[in-house]
Structures are given as structure tokens and as C-alpha cells.
């Protein structure tokens, strides 16, 4: 885009200095009075302020449109990344989700398995402690 702006720069000097070289080489030849050659030096050069302002107004309106198109292309992008990330929060939260039914079921499986084997455990020493007491009894 840099180069774009040079060139066009570029270009503008020299139409200006070749239309401002061409307009005092045609002056300086052609057989007019200082009175004519002072007005043909003043319209060539109104014509080439104006040609100057032409091309000026169009680079701006081109501007314009490029800083448009732009801001247009950054929106949508800025919209589809928004949505983009919206989607990856729903997964991310539904994967989420779906861990923690899967950690509780996990977690309430080895708790039953737990209190099960507490209650094993628990009987098993209960009667180890009835075995010995008969034994001691006897």
C-alpha cells in the first residue's frame, strides 16, 4: 500500500514539473509580447493548479474508499471472531458439563464401593472380636 501512495506521489510531481517544463519551453518559443507571454505563463499555470487539484481530489475520494473497505473487512472479521469464540465457550462449557456428570457418577460409584467395604470391614472386625472373646471364654 506504501508503494502505491509513493508511486501515485511520484506520478503527480511529475506530471506537474513535465507539464510546468513543457509550458515555459512553449512560452519561451513562441513570438508573443511580455503582456501575452505573462498571461499564457498565468492560464497554463491556472490550468495545471487545476489538473494538480483534480488529481488530488480524486487520490482523496480513492482514500476514502480504500479506508471504507477496510473498516468493512475489519468489521466482519471482528463479527466472525466473536462468534467464532461464542462457539468455542459453548463447547468448552458443555465439555465442562459434561466432566462433572461423569466425575459425580465416578465419585457416587466409589463411595457406595466404599461404604460397602466399610461395612465389610466393619463386620469382618466384629467378628474377629466375637471369635476372640469365645476363645477367651472357653
Known amino acids: 500500500m506504501s508503494k502505491d501512495n509513493g508511486s501515485g506521489k511520484n506520478f503527480l510531481i511529475g506530471f506537474i514539473a513535465g507539464g510546468a517544463i513543457g509550458a515555459i519551453f512553449a512560452l519561451l518559443y ?13 492560464s497554463k499555470t491556472d490550468s495545471l493548479m487545476d ?9 482523496k475520494d480513492k ?7 477496510g473498516r468493512k473487512k475489519s ?3 471482528i463479527s466472525e471472531a466473536k462468534v467464532k469464540s461464542e462457539e ?9 458439563n459434561d466432566a462433572k456428570v461423569k466425575a459425580n457418577t465416578v465419585l457416587a460409584a466409589g463411595k457406595e464401593t466404599i461404604e460397602k467395604e466399610t461395612d465389610n470391614l466393619k463386620s469382618a472386625f466384629k467378628a474377629g ?6 476363645t477367651k471364654n472357653l
Open 30 to 42: 513562441a513570438p508573443k509580447s511580455g503582456k501575452e507571454l505573462r498571461g499564457d505563463i498565468k
Open 51 to 59: 489538473d494538480a487539484n483534480e488529481y488530488i481530489s480524486e487520490a
Open 63 to 69: 482514500a476514502k474508499d480504500l479506508i471504507n473497505d
Open 88 to 96: 468455542l465457550l459453548k463447547d468448552a462449557e458443555k465439555i465442562f
Open 75 to 77: 468489521d466482519k472479521l
Open 129 to 134: 472380636v466375637d471369635a476372640y472373646k469365645n
